[in-house]
């Protein structure tokens, strides 16, 4: 029998192809195939209650025509129940789980076979983001971890995907800041933290310009000179965003991020005139108030509240460049689909943006790709507060990390102590910003989320180093046997699962595509979270229960494989979320 890797999705499509044959309107029929309660099956069919009822028809008697019309196949993998009203439950049999493990023995395998109709397409996914000047804070940890994650995630399902750094590197700010880095550069305080070197000159330029209307105006030049391309102050504005991003790389690697393309706000400054022409011209566009604006008639609140593509001073802003950014990335990258990863509180802009792309885009002919915004909510402390440090300051991302590394060493050193020190901080390095991730990560997006050091550095509970160690044990049990996972010929002679225990880790184990499938269709990681936790806990489970090292070969054979595809699900999952993984902890 051919194994899918998805077999909820194989599921719909046989009963898709029962229902025509059993001579059901075919097309109107959904089979609505979800993961049952394990009580009950694997898969659960619920489509025939509603066909049924629209059609004053008895359920039951129509779910017993579609099961007596799938093919022999299924009943081969699976049994068949009809249940209550009319749901048909399907369990799969030891022998159909015990083929779908040997056929994904490696990440290959199950990513050859998750392949999707994202198969081929290109993505361009816009994270991280930052603006430049400015040192990333404890706010932007959750673009660049969440971006990441939603990256490898459509990787894996077969997209080509671009990962762009739009990062804010043009704005009035600039006028200030080259006004005070012309004056009050202080060399010392930049050879040892630039970025913080950058924001006092900030401070510095907003408060003389504050106090006095001759600095402002000073500042107002300098903005206009660098608008109009003055290579003096073209070159201090590059300066600073060379240095700005160069102090982003190393929490990037650190997060094990790689940018395929930095195109910042500047990099679409000659593009803006195109964009208030094509608006324009479709009849988008008008004018108000001196301002270029779009207004969408048919929603509640943007047909009076204006999306502005053009400022009354005739200065592009954040949605001139957007715009510019959608087209780019339409033209250029021939994208299918965008996603952009920031904060809630854009929802408004992007919503104004993406109303305004469509029919843009449909007037112009051009071809839409897919358009998202993944939006997240604050990180808080523990009263619901933004996070700050004890005197108010915002919490700089660089010490954040350095934060969980040390927190996680002491873990390390009190558990394992007798490991070599060089061993535990190598351990450390991986916990401490697994933990960080993984903790953004593990919740809904959409809340916000609490920032709390126990429970994110903690071998309890739904944690990066509770599933870092459940991996680091599988490893050690292969070592201590002195096997190695995946060994094909060990693995040819395991049998198929049969204690409640084996049975219930080879069914978690089967369900890893669906899993998959929710977080990336809906582009949210923690329904990948969840089930690696639930996974580390049927294994758990399982090794409490089965005995592995047992003499009989076939029983050995099978619990070793069942190891095996649990390690590399686990590795494969946290991969996946951007974590790395250790052999030992
Ligand atoms: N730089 C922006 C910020 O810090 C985020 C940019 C997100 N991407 C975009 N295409 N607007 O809020």
Known sequence: MPVTFNLGEALDS?????????????????PDVRIADPRHGDFQANGVLGYAKARRLNPRAVAEQLVAALPAEVAADYTVA??????????????TLLAWLRAHDSAAHLRANAATARHGQTWVVDYSSPNTAKQMHVGHLRSAVIGEAICRLLEFSGAKVIRDNHVGDWGTQFGKLIWAYRRHLDAAAFAADPLEEFERLYQVGNAAADADPA??????QELVKLQAGDPENLAVWKHINAVSLAAFQPIYDRLGIRFDHTLGESF????????????AATGLAQESQGALVVFHPEHPRFKTQPFIMR???????????????????????????????????QADHFEQLYLTVRKWFAARSYRLPELHHVTFGAVTDADGKALRT?????????????????RAY????????????????????VV???????????????SDYVFAWDKMISLEGNTAAYLLYAVARIHSIFRKLDAVPGEAATEAAGTPPETPAELALARKLVKFADALRLATDTLRPHFLCLYLYELAGDYSAFYAADKVAVDDPAVRARRLLLCARTLLVMETGLGLLGLRTLTRM
Do not use: C
Request: charged share 25%; no cysteine.
């Open 14 to 30: 046989l009963l898709k192809a029962a229902a025509t044959s059993a001579g059901l309107e075919a097309a109107a029929f959904v």
């Open 82 to 95: 009809i249940a209550g009203p009319g749901f048909i439950n399907f369990t799969l049999k030891p022998a």
């Open 215 to 220: 600095v402002l105006e000073q500042a107002r």
């Open 268 to 279: 679409y400054n000659d593009q803006v005139e195109r964009i208030y022409r094509e608006l």
């Open 311 to 345: 400022k009354a001073d005739g200065a592009s802003n954040y949605a001139t460049t957007d715009l510019a950014t959608a087209l780019y990335r339409a033209e250029y990258f021939h994208a299918d689909g965008i996603v952009v990863v920031t904060d809630f509180r």
């Open 390 to 406: 004890r005197d108010g300051g915002t919490i700089k991302l660089k010490e954040l990390l350095a934060e969980a590394e040390a």
């Open 410 to 429: 002491a873990l390390v050193s009190e558990r394992s102590a007798e490991l070599p020190e060089a061993e535990r901080r190598a351990i450390a390095a």
């Open 432 to 446: 401490g910003v697994g933990s960080v991730q993984y903790a953004d990560l593990a919740q809904n997006r959409s």
